[in-house]
């Protein structure tokens, strides 16, 4: 079975379509970006979490959610995947301490 990242954001858009009555997806956008990432960063407390307890299925299943959760947040800004890529693409140009560098005026 093959389901990609795109497949999943596709997903996620057509969900955003439907009534929060019948969809997570619509229930998360309509309270709002804020909510939305915070979400997002609590999937990311318990990816961490799952990585360090080692338990291998767990880290899965919890990165599933949190990849799931970044892409809500990414369609209640109107980002696409596809420009995340393209930001990925760019950094590889250089190699990964010359990029990291490139940021720390940030």
């Given at each position: 079975?093959?389901f990609?990242?795109?497949?999943?954001?596709?997903?996620?858009?057509?969900?955003a379509?439907?009534s929060?009555?019948?969809s997570y997806t619509?229930k998360?956008?309509?309270?709002?970006?804020?909510?939305c990432?915070?979400k997002f960063?609590?999937e990311a407390?318990e990816?961490?979490l799952?990585?360090?307890?080692e338990?291998r299925?767990r880290?899965?299943?919890?990165?599933a959610d949190?990849?799931?959760h970044l892409?809500?947040?990414?369609r209640?800004r109107?980002v696409?995947?596809?420009?995340?890529?393209e930001?990925?693409a760019q950094?590889?140009k250089?190699?990964g301490?010359?990029?990291?560098?490139s940021?720390?005026?940030?």
């Amino acid at each position: 079975m093959s389901f990609t990242l795109h497949d999943l954001e596709k997903r996620v858009a057509e969900r955003a379509t439907a009534s929060a009555e019948v969809s997570y997806t619509r229930k998360l956008i309509d309270r709002g970006t804020a909510h939305c990432a915070k979400k997002f960063g609590e999937e990311a407390v318990e990816t961490v979490l799952a990585a360090v307890s080692e338990d291998r299925d767990r880290l899965i299943g919890e990165t599933a959610d949190l990849l799931y959760h970044l892409l809500v947040v990414l369609r209640t800004r109107d980002v696409k995947l596809v420009e995340v890529e393209e930001a990925l693409a760019q950094r590889t140009k250089r190699s990964g301490l010359e990029e990291k560098a490139s940021r720390k005026g940030d």
